[in-house]
Each structure stands twice: as C-alpha cells, then as structure tokens.
C-alpha cells in the first residue's frame, strides 16, 4: 500500500454480489464496511429489477464469508420506521458518511453527499406530496443539517409547509445542531436561513455549544432570551454532561445529568435526547420529567458505538 492509499483492493472482490440476495436484484455494491463488535458489518447499496436503489446490511464473522444478509432495507419496518414517504429516485445515491472516533469517543466525520438526492426533496417533481404529508402530522422535527441541504427553492417549499402545518395544529420541533462544514462556512446565510426557521417552531432543542459558535452566546440562558424572542414557548437547552435547561411558560428549570458515563461513541447523543425527549412529551409528560428520560436515553446510546443502541441492550433499559 502506498503512502497515498487509503484502502486496499481485496483480491477475492467482490465480496457480495447480487447472487447472494435471495430476491432478484440487478446489482449489488459494498459501499461501506465496519468492525462493529467483533463482526463485520457491511452497508450494501442494492439495485432492484426496477433500477431503485436501497441500502441492506450484511454481516459476516470474518469480512470474507458466511455471510447474514437482513431481509429488510435498512430503517424499514425490522427498526419501527415507516418507509412510506421514502423517495426513490433511479440512477441517484444516497449520502454516506463515515465516523471515526478517539479514545474518549469524540466523533470525526467524512461525507459525501453532495450530489444526494435528499438535496432535492422539495424539487423533485413528486415534492408536493411529502409537503402535503406534513399537514397531516402529529409533530414534524427538524433540525440545522435538514436546512443546510435545500436550495433557496427548497427551503421556501419547506418552510411554507412548516407554516401551513401549523396553522392545522402540528406542533414543529427544532434542533439547531449547527455544523458549519454544511453551510460552507457562510455564516451570513446560515443565521438568516435559521432566524425564517426559528418563526415556525414550537419546540426548541439547541445544544448550547452550537448556539455559542453561531450566534455568541454567552451561557444557556442567553439562548433561552434570543429563542424567546422568536415567541418559541419551549425550548430545552442541552448543555453537554451538565445539565439542560428547560425553560417554558411556567419558568425555567435546570436538569442535572443523572449519571455521568464514559462515553465509548458519542454519535447521536443530541439526536436520542431529542428523540426521548419529544416521545415522553407526546405521551403526556410534562417538559422537566421528558428533559430527564432524554437524559436517561442519551446516556444509554454512548455506551454503545453508532447511532443505534443493540436491540438486546435496548431492551434492557
């Protein structure tokens, strides 16, 4: 391997191929592959007979044979996630990113996903009908990374969907988790985009880090003052291994961390608090218990390394 190489070629390749799926497919390519406890865990992008691509998992002792292939895309119905509204589009791919983490679990990440067709969800010529289906929502999330992808074009579609959903009583959710990579360090853009965004949101869940980056705030409270503004009435500040701040029509509250852990990966720490926090509030919880089981969830998935707890270590908790 030379100094300029990243990867090395397998001579056995391809490793997977479409006769190893057990429906007729055109083509199979392995785009991706990790060592996820002890296994090899390969994300495969799988073309069906109608030219429709989706990603599948396969899983393999070694990397080289006897080989477990999920008979499910990934996120379909095996993780509880509805397809429905999913956009194929032929002949495009989806983004991929890698993480890399150190030895305290801080994450790296490498994209590509420029050419995404996710950039173009409210362009493509079906885009009404994911609009439409938002009206029809309980509670619609979003978050600074959904904003960063669309165009101008696309951002007005989105955020007049947002407005009209509203107005039919869906309540909208907003996590700035502001990554300036996505917004090719244009600061301008990226606050006037946010400030539209900010107008149509019922529930904020920034994390203070991001917030001091792009507007300088000073401490979690000084969010809690610029959102408020906004006329946001609920925001929870996550403030890292401290605590968060909740802050509402009936005050504000700080909510220690119950447990500090050594965290193994801390990707999706922001997202499970959300995730959490927003279920505990739509079965009926009040905002300071909902901050604590986010809490809670968070601390569980950076025990583990990716995104996506085991489902025998969800279970347990």
Do not use: C
Request: net charge negative; hydrophobic share 45%.
């Amino acid at each position: 391997m030379s100094s300029h190489e990243v990867f090395r070629r397998h001579a056995g390749n391809p490793i997977l191929t479409a006769a190893d799926w057990s429906e007729p497919v055109n083509a199979v390519f392995n785009p991706a592959a990790a060592l996820v406890d002890g296994e090899t865990v390969v994300l495969a992008r799988v073309e069906d007979r109608r030219g429709i691509s989706h990603l599948g998992v396969a899983r393999s002792a070694d990397g080289l044979g006897g080989w477990s292939i999920a008979p499910e895309p990934l996120l379909a119905a095996a993780e509880g996630v509805n397809s429905d509204l999913i956009v194929r589009v032929p002949g495009r791919m989806p983004g991929l990113y890698l993480i890399e983490t150190d030895e305290k679990g801080e994450r790296k990440f490498y994209y590509w996903r420029d050419t995404s067709p996710a950039r173009e969800l409210f362009e493509l010529p079906n885009w009404a009908s994911i609009a439409e289906a938002l009206l029809s929502a309980r509670l619609v999330y979003f978050s600074g990374v959904t904003l960063s992808l669309y165009s101008n074009t696309g951002l007005g579609r989105f955020l007049a969907a947002l407005e009209l959903a509203r107005k039919q009583g869906v309540i909208v959710a907003f996590d700035g988790n502001f990554r300036p990579r996505g917004w090719k360090g244009d600061v301008a853009r990226t606050r006037t985009v946010f400030t539209e965004a900010l107008k149509r949101v019922d529930i904020a869940l920034p994390t203070f880090e991001d917030e001091a980056i792009l507007w300088g705030d000073a401490n979690p409270e000084a969010t809690v003052e610029r959102l408020q503004a906004f006329g946001i009435g609920e925001i929870v500040v996550k403030n890292g291994s401290s605590n968060a701040l909740v802050a509402d029509k009936s005050g504000r509250e700080h909510v220690p961390v119950p447990e500090v852990v050594e965290p193994v990966d801390t990707t999706a720490a922001g997202d499970s608090f959300n995730a959490a926090y927003i279920a505990a509030r739509l079965k009926g919880e009040s905002p300071v218990p909902a901050a604590g089981a986010a809490h809670g969830l968070a601390a569980q998935v950076i025990r583990h390394r990716g995104a996506i707890m085991p489902r025998a270590a969800a279970a347990m908790h």
